[in-house]
């Protein structure tokens, strides 16, 4: 057994022993708040047991392990059902931002070991009304104000934000120049006087995301994380920071042998739906679209081993593998027929097929609108033409709403 | 697990996709479209000089001793081209099932002349529409073989053919010489795949294999050939969009690249994601051969093959407008190509029914 080998087992035991505290059904039928409170009881865990900040600097708390380390614990976690999603932007995307690049290295130190032990948890302030797709067309404002700024606008679907103690922002400090141009990243106390977060609930009836008022926030100028309208650029390295994270051909939903249980226990008009071509034609295309994903997860994991830089094709998993957990899902209400009209607002969409029906389409939405990988793909990997973008080059403020 | 190509793996890569690049010809190719009975000479004497026909036989019997991973990486190539002849595939399936027969004069006989390129082999398997029918209407017995096999690739020249048979009520593996063999050509729209209809009418034969035994070994033989196949596929539907790319970056309309539409860009995108699956699973496939999940493993690969060559030929025309429905174009060779490849080895419908069967065990 190599090292990584090693490394892999180890950590299946460790879930292992936690899941009777942690597992599906430690959180059956918790509140919002118990179940919030379990997730933090399992990032301290995690850190107390050295499976937080796997791959980062051991001065702030990290293990000094490489990302293919933190990816093969993702994966064995995942598979665990554990209650680690608090932290899934916190510590995959804000945190890292604040390590790298805030100004008071001595505070950095401080929150990112707060967020390591789940002390504290960091939201992503980017998407807004007037888009998420267009995040360089963010509005809320960041105006300067004495030796600081003030922060007024709004932001929208921030995910957790109801329970994030910090987050870092995008804003605008100059309309008048173009819009990539006038942007600026900042760290912000979620407590802080003239912030208001309001959930939003969603069409599965969960409450994770949020709309985000600030109304005059002040900020001092420490809390900058960008050059004055150099925000646009640090928000795009951000994003290449922590590029390594395990991935999910279910595309976050139910596994196929739990399709393949329900065709073996279900008839489609007197015969079994396991003989039924349409049946089988879809697990036979599920199969090796998701057996095609995990193979070039598998390669990239051994190129990274082999201290190579893995291919982009990592980036197609999202857009191919939530689309297809969307329409399997389908597939399984229809064969569930009446049955499969019942609704468990708790349900998790890992193993229930209408939770998972119900909150596909966020998934398409979430973290990069299908079409907007679609555009990535088509324009940095494959150097087709950008779209026709009648913004560019033109002041934000003259750009016609 | 899934592999990563070592140095010399990638240098085979690159060397046939050079050599093949330099020596295949449009024009020669669509000629042969228009000629029932002939094929790609200049790809086989290629291939023979280039020692792919013998990549993954032993060296004892006169081959390199490499194995599926390298010859998919060549079929790929040949692919990319539309270059090849059938022999590619049949010749490997066929080899493989002798070695596996043990028979040894007869791997003795042929699996030198196989290596070298000198000698050439079918394998028919399929009857009517059905790949690996599992009671299988020609019949061996007495050392001689009756019963008709449809579209058999490579046949029109093949010098020996492996015949999937019944034997004493169970199925068999023989091999056949098809020298004295009628063999109907299929005037096909690939022709360079030397289609035939053989009829064999007491044909002297061998018995190679009898019973469970042949059935595994004809199951593990196709697969083995449908991950060469699938590799040839990737080649193809990976070239078609970059064809595909390139022409949508040059070609303007409405005042722009085509490319810069998102209908037009999009449908290469896709592409991307389709083309990327199949090389994924065809790499593992190549990766699990003899391992238990080999089948499996397979029919994933030849089913992603097929649905990204079929897709990729079906939007690349599409994204060429008229030009890509052209005769001198020979984008059509791709069109053709995709569904001959889909066809060989075993249609989609089959190898979704194997796959379901692997995974959620035979359906009673």
């Known amino acids: 057994m190599n090292d990584l080998d090693a490394y892999r087992a180890a950590a299946r035991d460790w879930l292992r022993s936690q899941l009777p505290a942690f597992g599906r059904e430690a959180q059956a039928g918790l509140s919002e708040l118990d179940h919030l409170a379990l997730g933090k009881r399992y990032q301290r865990a995690k850190f107390d047991a050295g499976y937080a900040g796997i791959n980062w600097d051991p001065e702030f708390g990290g293990q000094g392990l490489s990302p293919l380390h933190k990816v093969i614990f993702e994966q064995e976690e995942m598979a665990c059902g554990m209650p680690s999603g608090y932290y899934g932007v916190s510590l995959g995307i804000s945190v890292p931002v604040v390590m790298k690049f805030a100004q008071d290295r001595a505070w950095a130190k401080e929150r990112v070991l707060a967020a390591l032990k789940g002390d504290e948890i960091w939201c992503q302030l980017f998407s807004e009304p007037s888009g998420g797709s267009d995040l360089a067309g963010a509005r809320t404002k960041a105006e300067p104000d004495g030796n600081g700024w003030k922060l007024n606008g709004q932001k929208l679907w921030t995910t957790y934000a109801q329970f994030s103690d910090y987050g870092v922002i995008l804003a605008r400090n100059d309309p008048t120049v173009p819009k990539h141009k006038g942007l600026t990243f900042f760290w912000l106390d979620m407590h802080a006087p003239g912030v208001t977060v309001r959930p939003i609930k969603l069409a599965a009836g969960d409450n994770h995301v949020n709309e985000v008022f600030f109304d005059d926030v002040k900020l001092t100028d420490g809390q900058r994380l960008s050059p004055v309208g150099g925000g646009f650029g640090t928000a795009m390295a951000t994003l290449m920071i922590e590029r390594y994270s395990a991935s999910d051909p279910a595309g976050f939903g139910p596994a196929l042998d739990l399709f393949i249980d329900l065709a073996r226990n279900s008839e489609v008009n007197g015969r079994p739906a396991i003989e039924d071509g349409r049946i089988r034609s879809a697990i036979a295309r599920t199969y090796a679209m998701r057996s095609g994903l995990e193979a070039i997860t598998t390669r990239a994991m051994r190129m990274m081993a082999a201290g190579m830089e893995p291919g982009p094709e990592g980036s197609l998993n999202k857009l191919v593998s939530v689309r297809s957990r969307q329409k399997l899902s389908e597939l399984a209400i229809d064969l569930m027929g009446n049955v499969g009209l019942a609704w468990d607002v708790h349900a998790s969409g890992k193993d229930d097929w209408v939770a998972s029906w119900l909150a596909a389409p966020t998934g398409r939405i979430a973290g990069g609108a299908d079409e907007m990988l679609l555009n990535t793909i088509a324009e940095r990997i494959l150097g087709l033409p950008q779209d026709h973008r009648p913004d560019k080059g033109v002041p934000f403020n003259q750009i016609p709403a | ?364």
Not at chain 2, 40 to 63: C, I, K, M, N, Y
Not at chain 2, 256 to 275: C, D, M, N
């Open chain 2, 1 to 364: 697990m899934s592999i990563v190509y070592d140095e010399a793996q990638q240098a085979i890569a690159s060397e046939s996709r050079r050599i093949l690049d330099a020596r295949m010809e449009s024009a020669r190719l669509l000629a042969l479209l228009e000629r029932t009975g002939e094929f790609d000479r200049v790809f086989w004497s290629t291939a023979v000089e280039q020692g792919w026909t013998a990549l993954a036989f032993p060296e004892e019997h006169g081959g390199l001793g490499l194995g599926l991973v390298e010859l998919g990486i060549v079929a790929q190539a040949t692919g990319a081209a539309t270059a090849g002849a059938p022999f590619q595939t049949s010749n490997y399936g066929a080899g493989h099932i002798l070695l596996a027969s043990g028979q040894a004069d007869l791997v003795g006989q042929w699996l030198p002349r196989l290596a070298s390129g000198e000698a050439t082999a079918a394998v028919a398997f399929a009857e009517g529409n059905a790949p690996l029918p599992p009671r299988p209407g020609c019949a061996f017995a007495g050392g001689r073989l009756a019963g008709a096999k449809p579209g058999v690739a490579s046949a029109l020249a093949a010098d020996i053919a492996v015949v999937w048979c019944l034997h004493e009520g169970r199925p068999a593996l023989a091999l056949a010489e098809l020298a004295g063999v009628s063999r109907r050509a299929v005037d096909s729209f690939d022709n360079g795949r030397l289609y035939a209809d053989l009829g064999f009418d007491g044909t002297q034969a061998r018995l190679l294999v009898a019973g469970e035994a042949a059935s595994e070994l004809a199951r593990d033989a196709l697969a083995r050939m449908a991950v060469v196949t699938a590799h040839e596929q990737l080649g193809g539907a990976e070239a078609l969009m970059f064809i595909a790319r390139d022409y949508a970056n040059t070609r303007r309309a409405f005042g722009q690249p085509i490319g810069a539409f998102q209908s037009v860009k999009h449908r290469i995108a896709e592409l991307y994601t389709l083309v990327e699956i199949a090389r994924a699973n065809c790499i593992h496939a190549a990766s699990r051969e003899g391992r238990p999940d080999f089948l499996s493993a397979a029919a994933a690969a030849r089913l992603s093959a097929t649905e990204a060559y079929d897709t990729a030929a079906r939007d690349t025309v599409q994204i060429h407008g008229g030009i890509g429905v052209t005769w001198e174009g020979g984008l059509h060779l791709h069109m053709r190509r995709a569904r001959s490849l889909a066809i060989e080895q075993g249609n989609a419908l089959f190898w979704e029914d194997l796959l379901v069967d692997e995974l959620a065990g035979a359906a009673a």
